[in-house]
C-alpha cells in the first residue's frame, strides 16, 4: 500500500504541476471549475465523512489529493487506483507534508480534527495542536500556493447551550468545551484571511449519522442503531435531549455543492449544515421502528443538554436541502451488519474513536 501510495503522489505531482499554470492562465471561472473539475485537497479524506466524500468528487470528476494518517485503515481502498487521486500519509501538523500536499491544488475541503469532545478531552494538547495551532498555517499555506476557495468544517457545538427555538447563524457563539471553542477559533481566523481570490466558507454540521467505509460507532444515531442490531436492545440516557442531525449522504453533497457553487455565494459566508432535530427517546423509537423487536431500556441521566439548529439559511441562499432520513441512516446501517460489513461492531477500537486514539498512543 506504501508503494502504490508514492507512486500516485509522484505521478500527480508531475500531472499538476505542469497544469496549474495553465488554469490560471485561462483564468479559469467558477462554470469552469463545475464541468472541467477542480483539484482539491481533502484534509482527513479518510475520515468518517471524508471516506464518502472522495469517491464522490472522484466520480463529478474531479481531481482529489488527500491528507490523512490513515489510522482507522485502508478507508479509501475501493477508489485507490483512480487516476485523479493522490494519497498523502501523514501529518496535518507537518508543514513540508502540507505544502507538497497544496501543490497543484485549487481548493480545500478541511475536515481534519480531533473530533468530539469526549476525544479532545483525552488529550487536550494534542486536540489544541491539531485543531487549532495548525490551523492558520494550513489556511497560509493554501493562500501560497494558489488556492482559490477553502470550505471549513466547523461544528454546530459552537453555539453552546441555547434557549432559542430556532438556533440561526445570527446568534452568539458561547462554547462550553475546547473542543467548541477552538472551532470558533478557526472560524475567526479563516474569515480574518478572506481575500480576493481566496473564497473562505465554514459549515456548521450537525451530528452525522449513517453507513461509511470509516464507520464511527460512537454517534447517537449509530450507537442506538449498533445497539439494536448487535446487542438486541437500545440504552437510552435520560431522552428528553435534543439532537441535530444529518444524514452523511447529504453532508457530503454539501461539500460538492458548496465546491462548485459561484465563489460570491459562498465567500465570508457561516451556514448551518442539519436536518432533523429530535430528542434522543424519538430517535431510539426510529430505531426499534427500523430494526423490529427490540426493547428500549431508559437509564436516568443528569446531562441533560439539548443541541438544535435551524438550516433555513444555506437552503435560502445555497438552495441545499437535504434529502435523506434518520430512518434511511439507521437501515443503511442496519443492512450494513446484517450484511457482516462490520466485523466485530461492539469491540473493534477501529469504529470509535477514543478507544483508537489509547490504543495508537497518538500524541
Known amino acids: 500500500m506504501v508503494r502504490r501510495t508514492e507512486r500516485q503522489i509522484a505521478g500527480a505531482r508531475g500531472r499538476s504541476a505542469g497544469s496549474q499554470q495553465a488554469r490560471k492562465t485561462q483564468g479559469m471561472t467558477d462554470d469552469k471549475a463545475a464541468k472541467g473539475g477542480r483539484r482539491v485537497l481533502v484534509t482527513g479524506g479518510a475520515g468518517y465523512v471524508g471516506s464518502v466524500l472522495v469517491p464522490k468528487l472522484l466520480a463529478a470528476g ?6 490523512d494518517l490513515f489510522i482507522y485503515g485502508d478507508t479509501l ?5 483512480h487516476p485523479d487521486l493522490r494519497q498523502v500519509r501523514g501529518d496535518l501538523r507537518d508543514a513540508g507534508l502540507v505544502a507538497g500536499a497544496l501543490k497543484g491544488c485549487d481548493s480545500v475541503i478541511h475536515l481534519a480534527c480531533i473530533s468530539n469532545d469526549p476525544s479532545f478531552e483525552l488529550d487536550p494538547g494534542l486536540g489544541k495542536s491539531i485543531n487549532h495551532d495548525a490551523f492558520l498555517p494550513l489556511v497560509r499555506a493554501a493562500k501560497a500556493a494558489g488556492v482559490e476557495r477553502f470550505i471549513y468544517a466547523s ?27 477552538f472551532k470558533a477559533l478557526c472560524e475567526s481566523e479563516l474569515m480574518a484571511e478572506r481575500a480576493p481570490g481566496f473564497a473562505v466558507l465554514a459549515l456548521r454540521p450537525a451530528t452525522v449519522c449513517g453507513y461509511s467505509p470509516r464507520l464511527r460507532l460512537d454517534l447517537t444515531v449509530n450507537i442506538l ?6 446487542n438486541g436492545r437500545i440504552r ?10 444529518i444524514h452523511i449522504a447529504d453532508m457530503t453533497d454539501l461539500y460538492l455543492h458548496c465546491l462548485t457553487a459561484p465563489a460570491a455565494a459562498i465567500d ?8 432533523e432535530n429530535y430528542p434522543v427517546m424519538e430517535i431510539a423509537e426510529m430505531v ?11 437509564v436516568p441521566s443528569d ?8 438550516s433555513d439559511k444555506i437552503r435560502r441562499e445555497l438552495g441545499f436541502a437535504p434529502a435523506h432520513t434518520i430512518e434511511q441512516a439507521v437501515r443503511d446501517l442496519r443492512d450494513a451488519f446484517q450484511a457482516g460489513a462490520v466485523p466485530d461492531p461492539m469491540t473493534d477500537p477501529l469504529y470509535y474513536n477514543i478507544k483508537r486514539m489509547q490504543e495508537l498512543r497518538l500524541s
Do not use: C, M, W
Not at 447563524?169 to 462550553?176: I, N, T, V
Open 303 to 310: 446531562d441533560l443538554r439539548s443541541y438544535h439548529v435551524n
Open 236 to 245: 437510552v440516557f435520560g431522552g428528553s435531549q435534543k439532537r441535530p442531525n
Open 62 to 67: 474531479h481531481e482529489v489529493t488527500v491528507l
Open 268 to 275: 465570508g459566508k457561516i451556514f448551518n449544515a442539519g436536518y
Open 225 to 230: 442503531t449498533n445497539h439494536a442490531v448487535n
Open 155 to 181: 461544528s454546530s457545538s459552537v453555539y453552546g447551550i441555547k434557549q432559542d427555538a430556532e438556533v440561526t447563524e445570527d446568534l452568539d457563539l458561547e462554547p462550553l468545551t475546547d473542543y467548541s471553542r
Open 288 to 298: 426499534q421502528d427500523v430494526v423490529g423487536g427490540v426493547p428500549i431500556e431508559v
Open 77 to 81: 481502498a475501493r477508489v485507490a487506483d
